[in-house]
């Protein structure tokens, strides 16, 4: 349902744009959301935002250096990375739901369409 793209290879300190395509339905319509996952780890957000305007929510280890956007005209979400380091290297899932409400939206099994994950490795 939903198509990322944007991951890579970057060095520390390096920048990164995730993008993803929504083709099935109107993303304006929709909370979307990021989150990634680490090897061992469990799937965490990272940023969120509910089509409510100005409820966008960041994790702690992520606020000053992201930022979650959207292109309606696109119909596309953009996950902007500034300032990355080793601790940020994961699978990174772009998702999107039209009836969750701001406090569901921390949990990722909350979420209704996923993205296929993109990798992010940060390391010189």
């Known amino acids: 349902q939903l198509q990322a793209s944007g991951g890579g290879l970057v060095q520390p300190g390096g920048s990164l744009r995730l993008a993803c395509a929504a083709p099935a339905f109107a993303l304006e319509r929709y909370a979307i959301g990021w989150f990634r996952q680490a090897p061992g780890k469990e799937r965490e957000a990272v940023a969120c935002?509910?089509?409510?305007?100005?409820?966008?929510w960041y994790s702690d280890s992520v606020k000053g250096r992201v930022t979650i956007s959207r292109d309606n005209a696109k119909n596309t979400m953009y996950l902007q990375m500034n300032y990355l380091t080793p601790e940020d290297t994961a699978v990174y899932y772009c998702?999107?739901?039209?009836?969750?409400?701001?406090?569901?939206?921390?949990?990722?099994?909350?979420?209704?369409?996923w993205g296929q994950g993109t990798q992010v490795t940060v390391s010189s």
């Open positions: 998702a999107a739901d039209s009836t969750l409400i701001q406090s569901a939206m921390r949990t990722w099994s909350n979420w209704d369409y």
């Open positions: 935002d509910s089509t409510t305007n100005g409820n966008i």
